[in-house]
């Protein structure tokens, strides 16, 4: 059993920056990989940006160059620093758990509004 929960969300006006916190507790094994989601109303949900426990990094194409992803020395923590938002980027941001001893289930925060706009 792992619990997801993020933080950090809000409004913000187009080029502006959001950093955005998640912090997991249970059990969390070694060979892991957190990362974000986003879900903007119609559209399916969507990879942002994924970060292993090797310190790999994944990003959507979209947010390449505008947004960060990283995770504490502990690795219970991931943050995403977004920067130079667009309206576009406007969705409801999920925190996503996943490892090897769980076969890869995917597991969810309750999910964080960014709304970009002026």
């Known amino acids: 059993q792992v619990q997801l929960v993020e933080s950090g969300g809000g409004l913000v006006q187009p080029g502006g920056s959001l950093r955005l916190s998640c912090v997991a507790s249970g059990s969390i094994f070694s060979i892991n990989v957190m990362g974000w989601y986003r879900q903007a109303p119609g559209k399916q949900r969507e990879l942002v940006a994924t970060i292993a426990h090797t310190g790999s990094t994944n990003y959507a194409d979209s947010v390449t160059g505008r947004f960060t992803i990283s995770r504490d020395s502990a690795k219970k923590w991931v943050y995403l620093q977004m920067n130079n938002l667009k309206p576009e980027d406007t969705a409801v941001y999920y925190c996503?758990?996943?490892?090897?001893?769980?076969?890869?289930?995917?597991?969810w925060g309750q999910g964080t509004q960014v709304t970009v706009s002026s």
């Open positions: 996503n758990y996943k490892d090897l001893s769980r076969g890869w289930r995917d597991y």
